[in-house]
């Protein structure tokens, strides 16, 4: 089984060197790695944010595991060079239009959470975000007006085949938990959103046991921390899906706890932190690798198949959060490495 490792920019190295620690430890048989350059490290390096090695090693794998793309060294380049075009590409590539974005409460962490501790309990949900549409991939450009001012456009655009491939995972995920699925639009002012509804309620004509709701986008971000238990499995586009996510991670404790799987049909996958890669602090040991560490887990079980050594990081993860390792953002002062460390001294 051959495992991309695709570390990235900022952070992203650092929370990578802490995943693949706990990997080696698993001592998994016919576990190997490559490793090749991603985002603004490859940029700087080839001319290129997506070189074609990379891509040819991201297509032989067996699954990706990626750190994180930005750096701000590359803000003035033209935007298909741009580091975060690496992760876009890698996503339109290798068709990974479904994105699993767990958001739970480690109850260690009640304290960390953005809400009150009897909110924030209630806090286990599925976010699963469209990948390979809308805004993010339709037309864009600049342009001048009639008048001379400069205009920008992203054209944000859904077909409905799109629509139900991503429906339908937000169905199965549903149906492999409590069987409630919130479908989040913006149907009272967009088309795509008009269209999202409309395949997504016949869509529901496949799942009949699962109960759907529907929710303006604007609404659930209120809700999110109003009453977040409300929330099993939340299924949105591209766009809301980044948002809404980022939102529920604080509600989680930190942005440094959510893992993320990106599926394709036949569930290869690529697996990231959904955290960015945070130049503020890179280099400086402050970054929180649980995220990796737990979208590592998700790689085992997903596209691996080793759910038993995927339960063994998330316990390993619960009892290093018992034990007391925090990181900056979760209040603490441990560094990267002994988060690591805590990790894999946490593993049986
Ligand atoms: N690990 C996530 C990451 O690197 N995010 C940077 C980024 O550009 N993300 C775009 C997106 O997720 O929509």
């Known amino acids: 089984m051959l495992v991309a490792l695709l570390p990235g920019d900022g952070i992203g190295p650092e929370v990578i060197t802490q995943a693949r620690r706990v990997l080696d430890a698993l001592a998994i048989d016919g576990l190997v790695f490559e490793e090749a350059l991603v985002g603004g490290a490859a940029y700087k390096a080839t001319g290129h944010p997506l070189p074609a090695d990379t891509l040819a090693l991201a297509k032989r794998a067996d699954a990706i595991l990626f750190g994180a793309v930005g750096d701000p060294d590359c803000d003035a380049l033209e935007r298909h060079l741009r580091p975060e075009q690496a992760i876009l590409g890698l996503r339109k590539e290798l068709s990974l239009f479904a994105n699993l974005r767990p958001a739970t409460l480690f109850p260690e ?110 609404n659930c ?93 998330e316990a390993a993860v619960a009892k290093a959060l018992s034990g007391g390792a925090r990181s900056p953002d979760l209040g603490g002062t441990h560094s990267t490495r002994e988060m690591g460390d805590a990790v894999l001294a946490a593993l049986t």
């Open 109 to 218: 962490l009640a304290d960390a959470s953005a809400l009150r501790p009897e909110v924030a309990s209630q806090i286990d949900m599925v976010i699963v975000r469209e990948l390979n549409g809308d805004v993010y991939f339709g037309e864009k450009g600049m342009r001048k007006t009639a008048t001379g001012k400069r205009e920008g456009y992203d054209i944000m655009s859904y077909d409905e085949d799109e629509v139900r491939r991503i429906a339908r995972v937000g169905f199965e995920t549903a149906m492999a938990r409590d069987k409630k699925l919130c479908s989040v639009d913006k149907a009272n002012v967009l088309e795509t959103s008009q269209l999202w509804r409309d395949v997504v309620i016949e869509t529901h004509a496949e799942y009949p046991e699962v109960a759907l709701s529907h929710m303006y986008v604007d």
């Open 221 to 313: 971000a209120m809700q999110l921390v109003r009453n977040p238990g409300q929330f099993d499995v939340i299924v949105t586009g591209n766009l809301f899906g980044d948002i809404l996510s980022d939102q529920a991670s604080m509600c989680a404790g930190s942005i440094g706890m959510l893992p993320s799987a990106s599926l394709d049909a036949a569930q290869k996958g690529l697996y990231e932190p959904i955290h960015g890669s945070a130049p503020d602090i890179a280099g400086q040991g402050k970054a929180n690798p649980l995220a990796t560490i737990l979208s590592a887990a998700m790689m085992l079980r997903y596209s691996l198949g080793l759910p038993e050594q995927a339960d063994r990081i």
